[in-house]
């Protein structure tokens, strides 16, 4: 190890640079004007596998965006792990907000700027390197396939068929993820949940054409008003979610396991002070981390309609919309919520409006055991470079494909994520630790190590 540790810190530069040209492609598979630069990305990957190490690497395609595939198998007897990633990117709209633009990384206090930067370029390029120095150092001490897609920031919706119809291909022991956070960089931490998602959107509409607000303003339902109207109907005074049965899978925590939770360190003060607010806000009788880690909610991420532009216009316009997502939890399921949703949502509306409900992507929640040895095995690792034991903690955002995972390919899923909150995941001027980058490709090899001495 003490090898690998020198290989690491002598190519330190080489290995910012590489991903710093991954970061300058634009990869956002949200929209279409980019495919070309998601192909670039995919051939970038692939090139920077092979030069790793990897064998039998290959883009496949899909129905969508492509995966990238390689594999190191040095002994069919060991046991092989399966690391996960995604290449595809979030847009990064409104640029005015960045300080320096999405794909021009830079660094600035010790971190790297840029999107993708954490989530996930940087995450899941800390294994590729990791991969190279444990090669050149001659240290794998197992197999590895590297199945990187392009589409998880859209759902994921062609790499669960993939998976389906590859099984022997991506037939691992266990599958390693680092597109998580942890609590702090001098207190690590292991997700050991991912909540599910419901992701809908509404069309509501009015009279069949935009109106004088004069002329009709007051006889005819404004569509907007309606569904400002129905979407704060839908949490009641607590803050609960008002869509009849919503609640009726949720698993709720014994109060051994909610003490368990809260003793995870956690500033609330320095909570607020990071996002600027006065007050937190949630359901009534959960903390705030069990709100974002054990509790489902309902989101809205966009509203529009009417006119928007410059001045004023006086219209009444004809249709309203929104893009909701329900974050979920053990048990509910995504295809059960959305329905429900669906229901409540045509009932409350008023004959005087006519409404559609239109599914976009869904994923199922997880949560991961503590006490498997590929936890065990992730906790060891992290204990040796951190020099303090991680503690499990529940993350409140999704990775659609790891529910998949199990249930197609049979395999636990070990979120070993190197990101904190402050990294601005989806925000403009998201960043990455340089320290996190390296403290990544430090510990992953480790896990390796480990992983395989624990499966003898
Ligand atoms: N890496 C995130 C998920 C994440 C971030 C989990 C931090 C835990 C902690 C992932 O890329 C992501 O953003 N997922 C989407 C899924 C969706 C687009 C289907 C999400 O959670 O919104
Ligand atoms: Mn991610
Ligand atoms: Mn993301």
Known sequence: MENLAKYIQENKQRFLDELFELLRIPSISADPAYSKEMIRTAEYIKTQLEAAGADNVEICETGGYPIVY??????????????????????????????????????????????????????????????????????????????????????????????????????????????????????????????????????????????HS?????????????????????????????????????????????????????????????????????????????RTGIRPTLDVNGIWGGYTGEGSKTVLPSKAYAKISMRLVPNQSSEKITKLFTEYFTSIAPPSVKVVVKPHHGGEPVVTPTDSLEFKAASMAMEKTFGKKPIPTRGGGSIPIVALFEKVLGVKTVLMGFGLDIDALHSPNESYGIFNYFKGIETIPYFYKYYAELKK
């Open 70 to 211: 390689g594999e190191k198998i040095i002994d069919p007897s060991l046991p092989t792990i399966l690391v996960y990633g995604h290449y595809d990117v979030q847009p990064a709209v409104p640029l005015e907000l960045w300080t320096t633009p999405p794909f021009e990384p830079t660094i600035r206090n010790e971190r790297i700027y840029a999107r993708g930067a954490c989530d996930d370029k940087g995450q899941m390029y800390m294994h590729v390197k990791a991969f190279e120095a444990m090669m050149k150092n001659n240290s794998l001490p197992c197999n590895v396939k590297f199945m990187i897609e392009g589409e998880e920031e859209v759902g994921s919706s062609n790499l669960g068929p993939f998976c389906i119809n590859n099984k022997e291909k991506l037939k691992a022991d266990v599958v390693l993820i680092s597109d998580t956070s942890m609590i702090a960089n001098d207190i690590p931490s292991i997700d050991v949940g991912l909540r599910g998602l419901s992701y809908v959107e509404v069309e509501v509409t009015g009279p069949n054409r935009d109106l």
């Open 214 to 290: 004069g002329v009709y303003g007051g006889a005819v339902a404004n569509p907007i008003n309606i569904l400002a109207k129905m979407i704060a109907s839908m949490h009641d005074e607590n803050n609960r979610i008002t869509i009849p049965g919503f609640y009726d899978d949720v698993v709720e925590l014994s109060a051994d396991e909610r003490n368990e939770m809260a003793k995870a360190p956690f500033d609330l003060e320095e909570y607020k002070k990071d996002l600027g607010i006065d007050d937190v806000w949630g359901e009534k009788g959960y903390s705030t981390i069990e």
